[in-house]
Structure formats: structure tokens, C-alpha cells
């Protein structure tokens, strides 16, 4: 195998810039080494020769460069507690606001959309159940959502591997989790049952409003990969399914500076989330 | 367990009816007038009728739908009426209109070669951004053109800006003309010497 | 020893920001950037900034909204100075750049001696 190319200066900074402007990812120095092996890695994968020829290609998102590019960086692999981070936010800030603000009248409504494989809506189910001290006083709902049919049936399965379960300390698998041989768990039947699924496309109105007003949406590494025009469909359409003073939380490397003005940005300890704001019009 | 599964809402099967859906664009209620905005995109006479509201919609998210709308329609109109905001006074509708306008994909070739060359600085100064999605000979051609006639600094500013991105080979004699024009201008030295060795950047083999 | 100053440029223009970096980091302050004004109020949430250097072409939130939304912000945040730049000269844009809360208002493009000079300024430095 050929050693990677270092690239130049002139092309490190021409590439820092691309993604930057494109995601708001800021790549430094430190990282070099890394995105030095993407790029390689992805000219050996599109067949570019040269590093012009694969920026080029990059920057016209040819077949979802971007995507695979960046991918890397924001790890995308599905697992359980993933950016445990916004689930701490979750219990420390943002459910109490929703609740100083609804009380119990309604249920509290939680929309991981997309779920994959289910990981994520599972954490928060989860989260919520050993760390949210109001969890038996409120009532729940939690959806997840995907367009992939075949892995919302997987998440209805609720089966796992080793990977999916990394981040979780043994004990909380042994609680929530029935091991079905060495190589894969269930989880248990209680949890499987408080999480509903439904197939979504984020970028039809038509598919997005039956879902409700939500509290909280995850939305996570999806929004960024748009093109623009499906991403403001999908930022609107997400703003409508999100009650006045709802949140959402996109992914740890993503921004709404780069999305959608639609929404205010609160900074939390834990995390940077998104705010539709309450029913006051912003008259000018 | 607390944790409750509930049966999905049903939402109505919706035909947008056209008149509603205008009338409810002046709404005194935001809520209504951003509904109005979204549905306006498919009913009949919805151009026009965003144009004028837009004339006067205070509420930043009520216009960011109005703008999605009409850049959804697509029609001539409708990319007039956001042109005309393109040479507003006002930075948002500016701001706004571009926005609207880069997400029209397509649309860029033939507007392209009209707006760069519009009497309005800030309109040209805004276009370059649009050129940001050509290939990049084609990307090359338009901005070359625009600077090889250009007389106002921050015109060329801007379309130096895109050339560090997207130019190639081709556009290094037009850089070099420009360099000599405005040699004077330290800002544009500094801007031509950066896209210049970006656009001239190659690899070193590792090792 | 003071810390040093730090100035959030907030631009669109990857040339622009550069070419403010290298003039206000060989001056000794610190540097921040931002491509819009939404990222640039992120960035006030989470970075201590002594001063904006605001444009006011952006995608996503012009200078002016970006301006209007921080001068609503409680404490100092709200009241960072804030230097605008901009392509236009007209008596107008000066108006609606103090209407938005600016402090300043500079036509484009700047020399870098003007730069460190009201960035000294608005920081509270001397020169």
C-alpha cells in the first residue's frame, strides 16, 4: 500500500476552509495527521489521482462526498449513550424547563429522528430511568423515527452487539439487557414497548406533521448533509414538530449556523442546543 | 413503568384551499401567517402573493418560509421577486434572497452572467457567492469575466474569495491583470497572492 | 501582565478573516471567527470576547440582526464593542449600523494600520 500524501499547505488550508465554511467544522493543525488519512483514504475510494481532482469532487458533493468525508470525524457509529452529554443536558436543564413551562398536563414527548438502528431512543429511555429522579411523575413519550424501514424493524427487535453496548456499564446491561448468546443482547421487553417506531422522510411536510409537537428532537448528523433546499424544508418542517420552547439537539460537530436561522441557540453546562423560540413574534 | 406508547396523531389529508391560504398570509397571527407561508408554495397566485407580503412580514422566521416558498415555486416570477430583494436596502431581505437563491440549484447558469454584471456593487458582491456551486471551470470562466472588467475593490474582493476555492490555471493571468490594477490596494495584494497559491497548490509525496 | 485582547471577526469572506488574523495576531491580540451571525452569537456564548469585528453581507443572519439580537443579551455579552464593516458608504448604512447597536462603522476594504488601531481602541489598550 502507497504511503499517504502529505498535503500541501495551500491544500490543507484550502480544505480546512471548504469544510469549515460547508459544516462549521474548524480542523487544526493537531488534526492534520488525520484528515491528511481521509483524504487519502477517500481518493483511494473515488478514484481521484490527485488531491485537485478529489476536491473537486468534494465540493460538488459528488455522490455524498461530504458525507463519507466527514464521517469520520463525527463518529458515526451508532451506540448506546452516545453523546451522553446531551443526555445529561436532557435531565439537568431541558426537562425542567419543558416542565416549568407544561406542568402535567401533557405528556413530555421525546423524538429521535433519525434512530437507525434504535441505540439512541433506547439511551434516552434509559437515561431517563436511571437518572431522572422525576421519571414515575410524568408522563413519556418517546418515538423514534427513520427513513430506513429495515433498521427501524431491527430497532423493534431490540437486538444488539458488543459495539452498540460499549459505552454502557456492565451493570445497566445486566438490568436492561437479556443476553440472548456471547455475541448479542435483547433489550428487555418493558423498553422496547416504551419507545414507538415510524418511518419518516424529515424533508416531507406531509410525513413530518402527523408525528405531533415534541418537547425534544434529536436530530443528529443528517441535517448537515443536506443539499439546501432539503435542508430548509427539513429545518421548517422540524421547527412545526416542536412545541413553542421545544428543544433540539443536532450533533456535537454540527451547527444551526450552518442550517437554519429558525431557531435560538442556548448554551447549557452539558451542551450548545436549539430553541424554538415561545410564542412572542419577533416584530421588527 | 411510566413510559407509554400512544397511537400517532392523524393529521387531516390536506388540500390547501388557495383562497385561505392567501388571506391567511396577513394574518395578526404569526403562527397562521408561517402556515400560510409553507402551504402558499403549492396554491395558485402564490408568487405574487408572497412578493407582496414580504413587503411587509416583521417576523424573521414568518419570512424565512415566505423566501423557502418562492424559491420552491421556482416560477420567472418568483425568482424576480426575490431579485428584487437581492438589491433591497435592507442586509436581510439581502441576506434572505441570496440564501433563497443559492438553494435553487439550476438556476445559478442563466441567471448568472445577468447579475454579475448588474449595476449594483452589492448585487455583484452577492452573486459571486452563487457561482461557489459551478464546476469549477465554469466557476473559473464567470469570475474571470467579472474581474477582468471590475473597477470597484470590493467586487473583486469577493470574487477573489470564491477563486481561492473554486479556481483553476485559468484564472492566474486574470489574477496577475488584477494584481497590477489594483497594486495600490494592499488587501487586494494580499487577496491575490493567497488564491494564487491556493489555486497553484500541489501535493508532496510523504517520506 | 495583561491577558490578551480578543477580537471575534465575523465574516463571511475566508480571505477577509484571514488577512484581520494575521494584522491583529502580529498586533498581540487574540483571535476568533465566525462565518455568520448566528455562529458568531454562539460563539459570544461560549468565548470570552473583548470586541466584534462585524460585516454586513452574511448568509443565514446579516450584521445588523446579528447586532439587534446581541444588544438584547443580558450583561456584558450584550455590550460588547462592536466595530462594522462594510461595502457601503452612504449616510444610510452609517444609520442603520448605529440603529443596530454598532460603534463604529468602517467602509471596506480596511488597512490593517486603522485595524489595530480600533481594535486597541475598543479593547482598552494602548498602543
Known amino acids: 500500500m502507497a504511503d499517504p500524501q502529505a498535503l500541501s499547505e495551500d491544500e490543507f488550508r484550502k480544505l480546512c476552509e471548504f469544510v469549515y465554511r460547508r459544516t462549521g467544522m474548524v480542523f487544526t493543525e493537531p488534526k492534520r495527521y488525520y484528515l491528511e488519512r481521509r483524504v487519502f483514504e477517500r481518493m483511494t475510494a473515488t478514484g481521484s489521482g490527485t488531491f485537485a481532482s478529489y476536491f473537486a469532487r468534494l465540493r460538488q458533493d459528488v455522490q455524498h462526498e461530504i458525507e463519507h468525508f466527514v464521517n469520520a470525524f463525527t463518529v458515526n457509529e451508532t451506540y448506546f449513550y452516545r453523546e451522553d452529554h446531551q443526555l445529561r443536558c436532557l435531565t439537568t436543564d431541558l426537562l425542567p424547563e419543558r416542565i416549568a413551562v407544561k406542568g402535567k398536563a401533557a405528556p413530555i414527548r421525546i423524538w429521535s429522528v433519525p434512530c437507525s438502528t434504535g441505540e439512541e431512543p433506547y439511551s434516552v429511555a434509559m437515561w431517563l430511568l436511571e437518572n431522572w429522579p422525576l421519571v414515575d411523575e410524568h408522563e413519556i413519550e418517546i418515538l423514534g423515527s427513520d427513513i430506513d424501514t429495515q433498521a427501524l424493524e431491527a430497532a423493534r427487535d431490540g437486538i444488539f452487539g458488543k459495539r452498540a453496548l460499549m459505552r454502557l456499564p456492565a451493570d445497566l446491561v445486566a438490568k436492561y439487557f437479556t443476553a440472548i448468546d456471547d455475541e448479542r443482547w435483547r433489550i428487555l421487553e418493558d423498553l422496547r414497548d416504551s419507545v414507538r417506531f415510524s418511518t419518516v422522510n424529515i424533508v416531507e411536510q406531509g410525513e413530518t406533521r402527523p408525528h405531533g409537537g415534541f418537547d425534544v428532537i434529536f436530530c443528529r448528523n443528517v441535517l448537515i448533509y443536506f443539499d439546501d433546499a432539503s435542508r430548509r424544508m427539513a429545518a421548517e418542517n422540524l421547527f412545526e414538530n416542536l412545541l413553542p420552547g421545544g428543544f433540539i439537539c443536532l450533533g456535537h460537530t454540527e451547527s444551526m449556523s450552518r442550517i437554519s436561522p429558525l431557531f435560538q441557540v442556548r448554551r447549557f453546562a452539558d451542551a450548545i442546543v436549539y430553541q424554538r423560540p415561545t410564542r412572542v413574534t419577533q416584530d421588527g | ?207 | 501582565m495583561a491577558d490578551r485582547k480578543t477580537v471575534l471577526v465575523v465574516d463571511d469572506a475566508s480571505l477577509v478573516r484571514l488577512y484581520y488574523r494575521s494584522t491583529l495576531e502580529k498586533a498581540g491580540f487574540e483571535v476568533e471567527e465566525a462565518m455568520n451571525g448566528l455562529e458568531a452569537l454562539e460563539k459570544v456564548l461560549t468565548t470570552s470576547v473583548d470586541m466584534l469585528i462585524v460585516d454586513v453581507n452574511m448568509p443565514q443572519m446579516d450584521g445588523f440582526s446579528f447586532l439587534e439580537a446581541l444588544r438584547q443579551k443580558e450583561g456584558a455579552v450584550g455590550g460588547i464593542p462592536a466595530l462594522v464593516t462594510s461595502t457601503e458608504s452612504a449616510a444610510a448604512d452609517f444609520a442603520a449600523a448605529r440603529a443596530a447597536g454598532a460603534n463604529f462603522y468602517l467602509v471596506k476594504p480596511i488597512d490593517q494600520a486603522t485595524l489595530v488601531d480600533f481594535a486597541a481602541m475598543f479593547c482598552g489598550v494602548s498602543r
Open chain 2, 1 to 207: 413503568m411510566p413510559l407509554v406508547r400512544k397511537p400517532v396523531d392523524r393529521a387531516a389529508a390536506e388540500n390547501p384551499d388557495a383562497a385561505a391560504v392567501l388571506q391567511a398570509l396577513g394574518s395578526n397571527d404569526a403562527d397562521e401567517r408561517w402556515a400560510a407561508a409553507r402551504a402558499a408554495a403549492q396554491v395558485s397566485g402564490g408568487a405574487t402573493a408572497l412578493i407582496r407580503a414580504l413587503q411587509r412580514e416583521r417576523d424573521a422566521n414568518v419570512r424565512e418560509a415566505m423566501l423557502t416558498s418562492l424559491a420552491r415555486i421556482g416560477s420567472d416570477e418568483s425568482v424576480e421577486g426575490l431579485l428584487s430583494l437581492l438589491r433591497s436596502d435592507d442586509a436581510n431581505s439581502r441576506t434572505g434572497a441570496l440564501d433563497a437563491l443559492r438553494s435553487m440549484t439550476g438556476l445559478q447558469r442563466d441567471l448568472l452572467p445577468r447579475l454579475l454584471q448588474d449595476a449594483d456593487n452589492d448585487v455583484r458582491i452577492l452573486s459571486c457567492e452563487l457561482v461557489r456551486a459551478l464546476p469549477s471551470d465554469e466557476a473559473t470562466d464567470h469570475l474571470c469575466a467579472l474581474l477582468t472588467r471590475e473597477r470597484d475593490v470590493n467586487v473583486c474582493a469577493a470574487a477573489i474569495d470564491v477563486l481561492t476555492e473554486v479556481g483553476t490555471a485559468a484564472a492566474l493571468p486574470v489574477l496577475q491583470q488584477c494584481g497590477e490594477r489594483f497594486r495600490d490596494t494592499p488587501f487586494l495584494a494580499f487577496a491575490i497572492e493567497v488564491a494564487t497559491d491556493r489555486i497553484t497548490a500541489e501535493s508532496t509525496r510523504r517520506g
